[in-house]
């Protein structure tokens, strides 16, 4: 048997090449040619990467066989072992160890490797013995009893002191900002000519890059000249590459010596290229000026004036080549300007067409969410305006998904505004920023439009609070520092 050591992926080392048995849950056997105790690589020809099976290890006609999981690597036919248990490991280890260093496997080491261990049982003690432990469990019992009564006692009034204490300081430190709700700079991007949807390429929810085409809009009449034009320029293309192939024909006719044979290649392509008359007349012409004024029969070779005529029909194709170029490019620029392209990064929030539909110029196609961070939106009352301020730290209480969450913020804006719901009254309008998230975090967490509770912070005794907050991070950053150093020790 012939065994490679090779190393197709970094976490996959000395790969060797050995049959190994697998079965899918399916019940499908695959062969595994190539594996290390990191993991194995999957046959092209086998079907899909399984999440789980079970490895088999030939070993003497018999199979040595137990469950595993695996874990699939991005980009790769490999695949890692995940979670395998010891006695597997050196199951698989002990075969390993054998191909890398070219011995057979003894049957003592199989067995060895697949031994259980033996447990151990404790030793009875004697009903003396048991009495006395239970006597002095039942005193130690009863001592901790008493403690934790009296812990539980004394932490619940702790904690019914400071909830009251909580509740009365917010109560003071605390602005109550109304009607608050989440916003987020949304734009509906429209079309800019009339046409009809042929083709979506985004969806509600879909993160979209800059210049990503989110939907394919086509006027009929465009797209059918522009078929019109290609079907033009390829003729046209077709006819430029007759005539270059004829020219170099004539080039290898030129120095044929036999003219009967080179009149007759020069007739074919003449027919071919410009058409079934004329040719004769020219030969006649031609031998006959070769007759009476040799000095004059020179230019007016069958072969030359074929090759004049093609040159000249060759610059009228690529004149009109590129005319019919020009024609094309301008209705590819007409569709490709219809096209809906995202301005900027950021995040779908609704398709308003179908595929098939007519829009007009104008018409909202697509909604889209700029990639930037939502905010919460509130009012209050114009009595607050000397306490509000920009920087301003702020909490905002929402329900997501059925969980009640605080999170904290700071005031981006404080600017004059209309109370909603409220017409003609007065008020402050409220912008907060949350700390600590992503954009993709706050759009998961945060619905648009979805209502919130939210509140300033005064920062009352802000300087007693900083000073009792740093004395906390001080000693969690002391209790760090010596557990580091009786680690080390």
């Known amino acids: 048997m012939r065994v490679e050591h090779r190393s197709p992926h970094a976490d996959l080392d000395y790969m060797v ?24 690589k999957w046959p092209e020809d086998a079907p899909e990467r399984p999440e789980e099976g079970y490895l088999a290890v030939p070993f003497q006609g018999v199979d040595v066989r137990f469950p595993v999981t695996l874990e699939p690597a991005p980009d790769t036919r490999e ?86 204490g909580s509740n009365i300081f917010n109560a003071i430190n605390r602005i109550d900002v109304q009607h608050g709700r989440v916003v987020a700079p949304v734009a509906a991007l429209s079309a800019l000519r009339p046409g009809v949807v042929s083709a979506l390429q985004a969806e509600a929810g879909q993160v979209v890059a800059a210049g990503d085409v989110l939907a394919l809009i086509e006027d009929p009449e465009v797209v059918a000249r522009l078929k019109a034009s290609r079907v033009s320029y390829a003729a046209t293309s077709d006819a430029i590459k007759r005539l270059e192939k004829a020219l170099k024909r004539l080039e290898k006719l030129a120095r044929v010596k036999d003219e009967a044979l080179r009149l007759l290649e020069v007739g074919l392509i003449y027919e071919a ?5 004329g040719y004769d007349a020219l030969v006649d012409r031609w031998k006959q000026l070769r007759r009476d004024e040799p000095y004059l029969a020179t230019g007016r070779d069958p072969l030359e004036v074929t090759a004049r005529m093609l040159r000249q029909r060759l610059a009228e194709e690529n004149t009109l080549l590129r005319q019919h170029r020009s024609t094309r490019d301008g209705y590819k620029a007409r569709l490709q300007a219809a096209k809906i392209i995202a301005p900027h990064a950021g995040v779908v929030q609704s398709v308003l067409v179908q595929p098939g539909q007519y829009v007009l110029s104008g018409q909202p196609v697509v909604e889209m969410e700029d990639d930037a961070p939502r905010h919460v ?113």
């Open 17 to 40: 090449r050995a049959p190994l048995h697998f079965e899918t849950p399916e019940g499908v056997p695959v062969v595994i040619r190539e594996w290390s105790l990191q993991g194995l």
């Open 79 to 164: 695949i890692f072992f995940k979670d395998l248990t010891g006695r597997q490991r050196e199951v698989l280890a002990l075969f390993y160890r054998a191909l890398l260093s070219g011995r057979m496997v003894a049957s003592g080491d199989v067995i060895t490797s697949l031994d259980t261990p033996v447990d151990l049982v404790p030793v009875e003690e004697t009903e003396a013995e048991a009495e006395a432990k239970i006597g002095q469990r039942r005193k130690i019992t009863q001592v901790l009893r008493s403690v934790v009564h009296v812990v539980i006692y004394v932490s619940l009034f702790i904690g019914v002191m400071i909830t009251i």
């Open 273 to 277: 290229q410009i058409g079934p008359r």
């Open 377 to 489: 939106v509130g009012w209050v009352s114009e009595q607050y305006a000397e306490d509000l301020y920009p920087g301003m730290p702020a909490w905002v209480r929402v329900n997501t998904a059925g969980t009640r969450q605080e999170v904290t913020g700071r005031v981006s804006d404080v600017r004059a505004g209309d109370i909603p719901n409220r017409p003609g009254e007065y008020g402050i309008e409220v912008t907060v920023q949350l700390d600590g998230f992503t954009n993709a975090q706050l759009r998961d967490a945060l619905r648009v439009g979805a209502p919130v509770n939210l509140s300033a912070d005064r920062q009352m005794f802000a300087g007693l609070r900083g000073w009792m907050q740093a004395r906390v991070d001080s000693l969690w950053s002391s209790d760090d520092g010596a557990t580091q150093t009786s680690g080390g020790t």
